[in-house]
């Protein structure tokens, strides 16, 4: 059974669009928050929902009863622990598992979309882009399916980027752009962007009395300040930066991870410190810094760039695959260094912040106003789905079947 395809006749209120995450690593759930609340900004007429992935795959929470925690919340736990070293070949694992199984993960996703009926479905993950094209595909024919990725570059193959299916792309970088034409992609399915998309709170920042609040906080007003932060778990990693940089002011963002804060409070330095809980307003605790210290995670790395911050990341053989990337983007443009190790941080510290006005400029060169593009380019691929045959040249000529 197939519903008809989306035609123009329709109210542009009753359109819905459905934007696809999970929890994995939290920064696709932010991805698709930070997209829901610019498309609601636009003004435009849609109903946006977010799918949780795992809920519509695993609507009975069998995984979480027999294992007591969700799939997520294992490799969330990595990340906080810093288990990392494994995970490029458990990578390729979990893609042939998902090739392996997917005739299984596409008929819970038919059921879904025939039972719920977007005008358009968003991807926001990588690795079950097939099956859910090839869901979306079959059950609803004629609604667009994009794939947004939130990784500066795919990480081929399988990842962001499957061959071979009629869908568009957004690009943050113009290497994932050359990416989606080298997997056979036209250039009217490919729609670049000037950068990954963050929350709007990281353009809409009031000026503050630096000084001052980092009075308020314990801070020293003069001293340069490092923003350690390795994401929305934190990281064991933090502990070592920590204890090597017993003389740098620095404010360590937590996370979720009480743990970590209360080993870091615990640990004795020279230097001034504020360790953080959750918090939702990390741009506020950027504005108070002078430099970015963690890992190369196109969110958080993005997000010090479009505060001006300049960045220290760590790229080695621990670094998940997908983020390595980032830490080449780092160079090519200069807002940053990339550290081999933990242990070359410091190093690190040493070399930048005497050189931070011009690494500042660099920052400035960058105008990502990606969240802002997004809505538009969402917008233009569903009038044209919509518009009468003929309107839209077609790639049928790429074979749906390319693994």
């Known amino acids: 059974m197939t519903r008809a395809p989306s035609t123009s006749s329709r109210h542009p209120a009753q359109r819905t669009v459905d934007l696809v995450y999970f929890d994995a690593g939290g920064g696709h759930r932010a991805s698709a928050l930070a997209l829901e609340a610019a498309i609601q900004r636009e003004g435009l007429p849609w109903t946006v929902r977010l799918v949780n992935l795992r809920e519509v795959l695993d609507p009975k929470d069998s995984f979480r009863k027999l294992t007591g925690m969700d799939p997520e919340d294992v490799y969330n736990k990595r990340l906080a622990r810093g288990w990392t070293i494994g995970l490029a070949h458990e990578l390729k694992v979990l893609q042939a598992v998902i090739r392996w199984a997917k005739p299984k993960l596409v008929r819970p996703l038919q059921q879904h979309w025939l039972a719920t009926e977007p005008d358009m479905v968003v991807s926001l993950i990588p690795n079950f882009n097939r099956p859910l094209y090839e869901s979306v595909a079959s059950a609803l024919p004629g609604v667009p399916y994009v794939t947004v990725l939130t990784d500066l570059a795919d990480h081929p193959p399988h990842f962001w980027i499957e061959k071979g299916q009629d869908q568009h792309f957004v690009c943050g970088s113009e290497r994932a752009v050359q990416q989606a034409r080298e997997a056979g992609y036209p250039d009217d399915r490919i729609h670049a962007t000037s950068g990954m998309m963050i929350r709007s709170a990281f353009y809409e920042t009031e000026s503050v009395d630096r000084a001052a609040e980092r009075r308020r906080l314990g801070l020293d007003p003069d001293r340069p300040t490092g923003l350690v932060l390795f994401g929305g778990q934190g990281s064991k990693a933090m502990l070592g930066i920590a204890k090597r940089l017993p003389d740098t002011q620095l404010i360590l963002a937590c996370g979720h991870n009480e743990a970590l804060a209360k ?141």
């Not at 741009?283 to 790395?301: E, N, T």
């Not at 160079?331 to 006005?357: F, I, Q, T």
């Open 263 to 403: 080993a870091l409070r615990a640990q004795p330095a020279r230097a001034p410190r504020l360790v953080l809980g959750f918090t939702p307003d990390v741009a506020r605790y950027m504005q108070l810094a002078d430099f970015f210290i963690g890992k190369p995670g196109p969110g958080s790395v993005s997000e010090a760039v479009q505060l001006h911050l300049p960045v220290i990341v760590v790229c080695n053989s621990w670094t998940l695959p997908q983020e390595r990337y980032n830490a080449q983007w780092v160079r090519e443009h200069g807002v940053g260094l990339v550290c081999a190790s933990y242990a070359k941080v410091p190093g690190a510290v040493d070399e930048l912040v005497p050189d931070l006005e011009n690494y500042r400029t660099a920052t400035h060169k960058m105008h990502n106003r990606a969240v802002f593009e997004l809505p538009g380019i969402l917008q233009g691929i569903l009038t044209r789905a919509e518009a009468p045959a003929g309107g839209e040249e077609s790639i049928s000529g790429l074979a749906l079947g390319a693994q």
